[in-house]
Nanobody, 127 residues
């Protein structure tokens, strides 16, 4: 059974940066994609970003576009989320999961049917 472990969360001031890691117990290249999701207190789960198995397709939520960068190192079985210019509204527990990808109309998605969830890592942005 594939296991995903998130790390890299913490407390950071507004405008600061963090890099989250999602380490897999085995290779994830046979999975369509890996997605990052977050859940803030009292709010619904939100898709943040996703990347396909070879990195050929990447997507970001509009709320993080231009500030967050997703990448992956398949040799290390790890997906990263570099988060810059953090805002208080980025405060949440961040999770990674394997996801489905494919065409959707004229677009392409990579955050479908998440599974193999990690345990999450807390990110708190506060002064």
């Amino acid at each position: 059974q594939l296991q995903l472990v998130e790390s890299g969360g913490g407390l950071v001031q507004p405008g600061g940066s963090l890099r989250l890691s999602c380490a897999a117990s085995e290779s994830t290249v046979d999975y369509d994609a890996i997605g990052w999701f977050r859940q803030a207190p009292g709010k619904e789960l939100e898709g943040v970003s996703c990347i396909t198995s070879r990195g050929s397709y990447i997507n970001y939520a509009s709320s993080v576009k231009g500030r967050f960068t997703i990448s992956r190192d398949n040799a290390k079985n790890t997906v990263y989320l570099q988060m810059n210019s953090l805002k208080p509204e980025d405060t949440a527990v961040y999770y990674c999961a394997t996801t489905a990808s494919g065409p959707y109309g004229s677009n392409y998605y990579c955050d479908g049917r998440p599974s193999n969830w990690g345990q999450g890592t807390q990110v708190t942005v506060s002064s």
